[in-house]
């Protein structure tokens, strides 16, 4: 949604209420204050990885190195859509029992 986004450039914040987006002092602050309306809790990860875990590192290649991008970004692929999904998967995965660890980061 449009009035959800943030819209500040470390000068103006294209919503504030007291120079209605040319640039004032209270710009950051009213950026701050919409950041914080919009993102009660903070920010809220896609997908993490562990980098001292190998398996997790091959994950993170897997999900979103440079073969996965262009798979998704590229011609013919999902998008953004393809790619949440393809990271929220890849994120359920770590969290699934045991016998799903080895699931396809060592081949070749
Ligand atoms: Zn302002």
Redesign the pocket.
């Known amino acids: 949604m449009a009035n959800h986004r943030v819209r500040f450039d470390g000068h103006?914040?294209i919503n504030?209420?007291?120079?209605?987006?040319?640039?004032?002092?209270?710009?950051e602050g009213?950026a701050e204050k919409a950041y914080r309306a919009a993102f009660p809790d903070g920010p809220k990860p896609l997908a993490t990885f562990r980098l001292d875990d190998p398996a997790d590192l091959e994950r993170a290649r897997r999900l979103i190195g440079p073969e996965a991008i262009e798979k998704h970004f590229g011609p013919g692929g999902g998008g953004m859509p393809a790619f949440e999904a393809s990271l929220r998967e890849g994120q359920a995965a770590t969290h699934a029992p045991a016998d799903q660890d080895a699931e396809g980061a060592r081949r070749g």
């Open positions: 103006r914040y504030c209420r007291w120079c209605y987006g040319r640039g004032c002092l209270a710009c009213e």
